[in-house]
């Protein structure tokens, strides 16, 4: 069979079209509930591609882990699974959490985010302003740095002391404020803090005009996906409202968490944290 180089008609819509990356999904594309299972001659014969051709793709797919191989023939990888979940989530946060949104800021009158992590950075995908004069640059799509922010250190909760050095393999972090942490292990302590306390408030953290209130938000499989946050203009909040805005904040995320179908497990007898400042 011949090998074609160009499946797209070379027009001026399709003349950018990357030939090796179609073949790729397409053959991804193979792949239904009724075929679960499919070999490589298979492959060559229904996308009319030389053997050896298939050959690449299919050891392309298999090392990013899209297809796995079983003898001689190849099905879908957990990864096509990933990206999946991956997808719904990125719908569910956003569709589902703006009506939480929208209930929490009418509630407490402050500007309320969803932000999730992006490497080393937030990203803000959902935003609620009150109608109050206070004016944030913040958007939907503004990027900060995640160990510098209380939203960011909410999503930095999951990952290992060795996944952090990973994530910060420089000596020195980068200070935005003087309550930045320094080094990657005064940003793992905490971060470890923050768990155990199920929240974290930032009075001033990242801003100094600024204070934060975030909880994590958790997927069906209990991992942190997203961080709720409420941000208050002000370096102080009132005394005698940071216990009911942060059990209004928390009480949003899980509600998220459990749209996203999260079930917490309850340990019998399980201690409860007194609320404490995040600082």
Known sequence: MADTDNLADDNGADKYTVPALERGLRMLGEFNRDTRVISAPEFARRLGLPR???????????GMGYVER???????????????????ASLELTELGQPVLQRLCDDIRYPVNIVVRDSRSIVYVAKVTPPTPFASAVRV???LPAHAT??????????????LRTLYPEEHLEEFSHSTPKTVL?????????RARGYVLGEGFFEASISTIAAPVRDHTGHIVAALGATIPSA?????????????????ADELSGLLNYTPRRAAGAQVLPLARGR
């Open 150 to 163: 209380v939203l960011g250190r909410i999503l930095l909760e999951d990952l290992t002391l060795h996944e």
């Open 70 to 88: 079983q003898g001689n023939d190849y099905r879908l990888g957990v990864a096509v699974l990933r990206l999946g979940f991956e997808y719904i």
């Open 236 to 252: 102080h909040i009132d005394p005698e409202r940071i216990d009911s805005l942060v059990a209004r904040v928390r009480t949003s």
């Open 52 to 62: 050896s051709t298939v050959f690449r793709l299919l050891s392309t797919l298999e």
């Open 141 to 143: 799509g503004t990027r």
């Open 186 to 194: 005064e940003l793992f302590d905490m971060v470890e803090r923050d």
